[in-house]
């Protein structure tokens, strides 16, 4: 079964530092991979996808992520934080077709001035 | 704009009562989903719907039902409400384009905070 772990339930950085927020996936081929943000009082809204094509994914908002498959890992990354990134982050895998979305237990990032 | 909505935004409600969170859509999506998001357990699948006809449990459906009413039509039903229900509900969609591929890119609604005392 799909599997998605998102090491560090709270991240905190100061503001202009980089933004690093690890997600790991555990499956027998390679998925589908997703980051969505949730900020406060808000639903979740996707940040980027990996669907197989560029291993490194541009999203919105300056953040990218790099599918490596021998690490099983898509981490989150933006070089440069600011106040308004403060925000919950989810990384989900799913093989697409009839099969159900993965979620993980979600980061919370806190961007300190 | 093609959204995703959700009605109430907020609900207090007592032990035992019946509560219905409505979900519609307006995006032509044949998927729908409902989740339940807890502080540190992330989103949990309650039900979904991969077309009128189709409906399906999730993880969590014990004490919960679903109705789908037409394509853009979604409801979340608690029966009985416990206030272990209590959390953040979000309703969620997803396209699977004919002859394309289906990535099950999830849409998601504002949520429901429903509160169970």
């Known amino acids: 079964a799909q599997s998605v772990t998102q090491l560090g339930s709270h991240v905190s950085v100061s503001e202009g530092a980089l933004v690093l927020l690890r997600c790991n996936y555990s499956?027998?081929?390679?998925?589908?991979l997703f980051w969505y943000v949730q900020y406060p009082n808000q639903g979740l809204q996707l940040l980027l996808k990996y669907t197989s094509a560029a291993t490194l994914v541009k999203g919105i908002n300056g953040f990218e992520a790099e599918f490596k498959k021998s690490e099983t890992s898509f981490h989150l990354t933006k070089p440069s934080a600011h106040m308004s990134d403060a925000a919950e982050y989810f990384c989900a895998v799913s093989f697409g077709g009839y099969q159900k979305v993965t979620f993980g237990t979600g980061t919370k990032l806190q961007v300190i001035p | 704009d093609a959204d995703v909505t959700q009605t109430p935004r907020n609900r207090i409600t007592k032990t035992g009562k019946r509560i219905m969170l409505e979900c519609s859509q307006t995006k032509g999506h044949d998927r729908m989903y409902w989740y339940r998001q807890d502080p540190g357990l992330g989103l949990r699948l309650i039900y979904y719907?991969?077309?009128?006809?189709?409906?399906n449990k999730g993880e969590i459906s014990d004490g919960y039902s679903v109705s789908r009413q037409a394509q853009a039509k979604f409801s979340l039903s608690l029966e009985s409400a416990i206030p272990n229900q209590t959390a953040l509900y979000f309703c969620?969609?997803?396209?699977?384009?004919?002859?394309?591929?289906?990535?099950?890119?999830?849409?998601f609604g504002p949520g429901t905070r429903l509160t169970v005392l």
């Open positions: 969620a969609t997803s396209d699977f384009p004919s002859g394309g591929v289906s990535y099950n890119e999830q849409f």
């Open positions: 719907s991969f077309d009128v006809k189709d409906i």
């Open positions: 499956s027998s081929v390679p998925p589908y």
